[in-house]
């Protein structure tokens, strides 16, 4: 595993109980930094952390990123516990059910809005200030192919997910006077539990837009997270970094 020198950088990573989220976390520990998992989950955010291991440099915070009080409570408890936060990674999102537009059901569009886009405002709200002390940090933002694309049978979610791109570009450009560097990650079909969310016949449409002919990995998103986090990711900010297996080759 390649490593970057995140030696004492605060990292948040949103949803990191399971999945790209926990991946994400191994990478930047093993690269020295400290993390804090913030999840809904919070049972399982405790035994993530206690699988990875590092007690000191790893703790676990239940937070709801779509409620503001809650990122806020979260954090604060951060901050009083690691002193800062140079790393948000917002990667905590749900995919929802399968169905047209004109079935949807409107209480699930709002949360699944509410998760995937207001969330990541929510946490890039609370966490831009902390950042802003030392005008430094790194942020990126877990999109999906679907936000360039627009799955079919998953407006809300793709809609989310364009949406966290766009945000993603005018925040970048908000802070780039400072060295907060502000990027999307844009992931195809990855095997993780989200899939469980999703019919068979959505995970075959998706798997076969993807033209090395596989899903990838929650290693390959976590080692493209660890770079877009690091030191050497100073020249790029408001952009789109792929992991889609060539689906998106823009
Ligand atoms: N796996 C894929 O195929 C794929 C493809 C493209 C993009 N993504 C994106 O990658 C990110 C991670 O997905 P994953 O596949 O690892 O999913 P996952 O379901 O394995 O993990 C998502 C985590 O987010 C947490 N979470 C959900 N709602 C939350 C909330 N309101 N507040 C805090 N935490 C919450 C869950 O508890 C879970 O631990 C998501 O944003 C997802 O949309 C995944």
Redesign the pocket.
């Known amino acids: 595993m390649n490593q970057y020198d995140l030696k004492g950088q605060i990292a948040v990573i ?9 991946a994400a976390a191994e990478r930047l520990l093993a690269s020295g930094a400290f993390v804090a998992i ?4 919070r049972q ?2 405790e035994k993530a952390a206690a699988m990875l291991g590092n007690t000191d440099r790893v703790f676990a915070v239940g ?4 409620v503001w009080e809650q990122v806020e409570q979260a954090t604060a408890e951060t901050t009083d516990k690691f002193d800062g936060i140079d790393i948000l990674v917002n ?5 929802g059910p399968n169905m047209p537009v004109w079935e949807f059901p409107i209480d699930t569009w709002r949360q699944i809005v509410d ?2 886009l207001n ?1 990541v405002f929510l946490c890039c709200r609370s966490v831009v200030p902390v950042m802003l002390r030392k005008k430094t940090g790194r942020i990126v933002n ?5 936000g360039k694309e627009g799955n079919p049978n998953a407006a809300a ?1 793709s809609a989310a ?1 364009a949406g966290v791109i766009g945000l993603t570009k005018s925040l970048a450009k908000e802070l780039a006077h400072t060295d907060i560097r502000v990027n999307a990650l ?10 469980k ?1 999703l019919s068979v016949e959505q995970i075959d449409y ?1 798997r076969s837009r993807i033209p090395i002919g596989r ?2 990995t ?1 290693e390959e ?1 976590a080692a493209m997270i660890a770079f877009m986090c690091s030191p050497d990711c100073s020249f790029t900010t408001g952009a789109v970094f792929d992991t889609s297996g060539g689906r998106c080759t823009y």
């Open positions: 949103t949803g990191a109980a399971r999945g790209i989220g926990y913030w999840d809904v989950d399982v955010a937070v709801d990123i779509s990667n905590a999102g749900i995919a998760i995937d969330g877990v999109a999906s192919v679907a979610y997910k844009t992931p195809a079909t990855a095997e993780t539990d989200i899939l969310q998706m899903l990838g929650t998103n």
